[in-house]
């Protein structure tokens, strides 16, 4: 039997590229990082302030907005300092906390875009009731309700990874604390907590989306007995930017977790990329620019800075 020993610290393998690339690529992280930043912060931003996008969908969109960057920023930037810095070790504590918030944030999303959905069931299906039905009240608490249902999803299956046993192997075949890639470097059964994540990941995943696939399915329905066309472009337009967000989001994470374990590494890395990087850098311009209320209010709000400016200068 190997020695159990107490493990201070993990490395992350994350990519292998050449030397002479790691600088480029850090780059490239960054950028999209503060990219995802700053468009996701607009958005926020442009929602508070306007009036006119008081509503229940934006409201769930900024909230979006915020999980997208608390869920980046659990990442990228320990994999932008691995590249600066060459250094790719992460602290025991550090690798559970970043797979814990890493695990909450992303069921706590999928969750709110099933409520998101629901929103545009209501607002297509049932429209002479949407204000009443989605009331303050109840869009604040299916808010809390999706942080609460990431926060309860993950906090038994990080007890249990807290508690397994670690080696002398310390090297994690992933570029973040992937909770499986973690328990596999465990030198007990973990057969258990294995099956535990595939089920909470299957039920989080498969039950929102089970709630999105028939929200959708009565707005199909509901669109395609609309007989003027210029409506039934208007309200295809509505879902269409949730949709998208949708499937790639959906996508990649039940490629990743909801399917039988020994895949390879490499592709669950790459998929993996796509859930941390891609998805939320395309979010929020996804959103904005297909959302004609967030693309007016963003020009009155250019508009108002450059005449700002421009009154300043000739001061």
């Known amino acids: 039997m190997r020695n159990q020993t107490t493990v201070a610290e993990f490395i992350l393998i994350g990519f292998l590229y ?28 442009i929602i508070l302030l306007d009036r006119h996008l008081h509503s229940p969908m934006n409201f769930f969109l900024w909230n979006l907005s915020c999980l997208e960057i608390l869920f980046t920023s659990s990442v990228l930037p320990k994999v932008i300092a691995s590249f600066l810095t060459g250094d790719r070790s992460i602290s025991y504590l550090a690798c559970i ?48 309700g999706s942080w609460a249902t990431g926060l309860l999803a993950t906090i038994i299956p990080i007890i249990l990874v807290i508690t397994l046993p670690f080696c002398n192997a310390n090297q994690i075949d992933h570029f973040f604390c992937d909770g499986l890639a973690l ?12 099956l535990l994540i595939f089920m909470m990941s299957s039920a989080i995943l498969l039950g929102s989306l089970i709630l999105i696939v028939v929200s959708y399915t009565y707005i199909v329905a509901t669109i395609f007995r609309i007989t003027s066309h ?14 998208i967000i949708i499937t790639m989001g959906y996508g990649s994470c039940i490629f990743m977790y909801v399917r039988p374990s020994g895949s390879d590494i490499s592709l669950n890395k790459l998929v993996a ?11 929020p311009f996804i959103f904005s620019m297909r959302n004609q209320q967030m693309k007016d209010s963003l020009r009155a709000a250019v508009k108002r800075s450059m005449n700002f400016s421009r009154k300043h200068m000739n001061v």
């Open 97 to 144: 906390t970043q797979c814990y918030f890493y695990f909450l944030l992303g069921c706590s999303e999928f969750v709110l875009l099933a409520v998101m959905s629901y929103d545009r069931y209501v607002a297509i299906c049932n429209p002479l009731c949407y204000t009443m039905i989605m009331n303050a009240q109840l869009c604040f608490q299916l808010v809390v």
């Open 183 to 194: 328990v596999k470097l465990s030198c007990v059964d973990t057969s258990f907590v294995e």
């Open 273 to 283: 990329l796509l859930n941390t990087v891609v998805t939320p850098l395309m979010s």
């Open 230 to 243: 210029s409506g039934r472009n208007k309200a295809f337009s509505t879902c269409s930017s949730h949709f």
């Open 18 to 45: 050449p030397c002479h690339l790691e600088c480029l690529i850090a780059v490239g992280f960054l950028a999209s990082y503060l990219l995802i930043l700053s468009a996701n912060i607009m958005i926020i931003t």
